[in-house]
């Protein structure tokens, strides 16, 4: 069975870091465009990230540009989201995703196909 599973959230201070983890099981992340989303509390979901599964290309949502980064260690099977100088309005549910597409189109409104995701992490930013 094929299965994410994020984790890493928590409780952080604004201009705190926190880093999330999403390992797969059953499927070789390295193999899919990874996106990771958030989605706040009455919001709509928004995107933050994604990455090719082709050639490791990482495109970010303009909201977090300069301060979110991605990584992967594929020998744990598991991407990485390094959140630096958080701020209140970054607080979310925090998911994965194998997505199509993920192109330098890729931005907070992106609409494509989510195929498999997890069940988040929750990141909340307040002082």
């Known amino acids: 069975q094929r299965q994410l599973a994020e984790s890493g959230g928590g409780l952080v201070q604004p201009g705190g870091s926190l880093r999330l983890s999403c390992t797969g099981s059953?499927?070789?992340?390295?193999?899919?465009?990874i996106g990771w989303f958030r989605q706040a509390p009455g919001k709509e979901r928004e995107g933050v990230s994604c990455?090719?599964?082709?050639?490791?290309?990482?495109y970010y949502a303009d909201s977090v540009k300069g301060r979110f980064s991605v990584s992967k260690d594929n020998a744990k099977n598991t991407v990485y989201l390094q959140m630096d100088n958080l701020k209140p309005e970054d607080t979310a549910n925090y998911y994965c995703?194998?997505?199509?597409?993920?192109?330098?189109?890729?931005?907070?409104?992106?609409?494509?196909?989510?195929?498999?995701w997890g069940r988040g992490t929750r990141v909340t930013v307040s002082s």
């Open positions: 059953g499927l070789t992340l390295d193999y899919y465009n």
């Open positions: 990455t090719t599964g082709t050639d490791g290309n990482t």
């Open positions: 995703a194998t997505i199509n597409p993920c192109d330098s189109g890729y931005g907070s409104r992106w609409q494509g196909y989510l195929e498999l």
